[in-house]
């Protein structure tokens, strides 16, 4: 959670994990860190990736 507040000023983070413990430990630092964790399909191809990082609006 430190290394988020750290890292990023964005109160949303993207997490690109398969469904696990990391995927589950990435989601708690995120709301520990007082940020909204937005799961993305990590099964996505690099194209529609990138249309969401695009479209995100912040």
């Known amino acids: 959670a ?3 507040r750290e890292r990023t000023t964005s109160a949303r ?3 690109i ?3 696990g413990v990391g995927a589950v430990v990435a989601n708690l630092a995120c709301l520990l860190a007082g940020k909204v ?3 993305l399909n990590y099964t996505l191809g690099q194209v529609a990736s990138g249309l ?3 479209a995100r609006g912040d």
Request: hydrophobic share 55%.
């Open 52 to 54: 969401l990082l695009a």
């Open 17 to 19: 994990l398969p469904p």
């Open 2 to 4: 430190r290394r988020l």
């Open 13 to 15: 983070v993207g997490i």
């Open 37 to 39: 964790p937005v799961n």
